[in-house]
């Protein structure tokens, strides 16, 4: 049995293809900082403010999905560090839906202070404690899980819906569906590569 509780895999005579969860945390951390210096460079661009505040949506409801409850399994204390990091999250996504509504400067400073804070929490603490704790195939595993999820996730920022399994892996998804199509037909803009 894994050491976060995923199930067996079937025997596939190699090793598990993928990005550690680990490597795609990052990246993607690096990225939001990235999104969130360029719009404070920028404040008044809108595109730019839709895809900060869509990256950080799918990017929480992935890490609510996989990160935390992996952290509450493998690592001690994890049930702690796990909920402290769920109620910074659920502000930040509050900040994240003011920012979009609003695109006012205090609001953009808001949020930009909560998602440099968010990724020096887990860069600093989180994820170093699942590297130790949990075996390489597993964060691969995990890794493969968190991309998934974040393509399925909401675009907007849901601080209403679930936060933890099971509930959050059902409602995610078809909200994520609602805000893509929402999304579409408003023409708004979610991803880097589309500025």
Known sequence: MSEVNLPPLPPTGGETPGRSIIDIVNKQHRELLTLTERLEAAPDDRKLTTVLVATAS?????EEQYLYPAVRTAV????????????ED???MVLLGELERSGDRADLADAAEAIRRHVAADAEELLPL???????EDLVRLGNRLETAEEAAPTRPHPA??????WN???DPIVG???KVRDVVTA???YVRDL
């Open 188 to 190: 708004r803009t979610t």
């Open 161 to 166: 819906t679930p936060s933890t399994p099971p």
């Open 58 to 62: 799918r990017h929480l409801c992935a």
């Open 76 to 87: 001690p204390g994890g049930n702690e560090l796990a909920e402290r990091e769920l109620t």
């Open 177 to 179: 569906v609602v805000d």
């Open 90 to 92: 659920q502000a930040l």
């Open 169 to 171: 892996k059902v409602v």
């Open 130 to 136: 699942l590297e130790q704790m949990v075996p390489g």
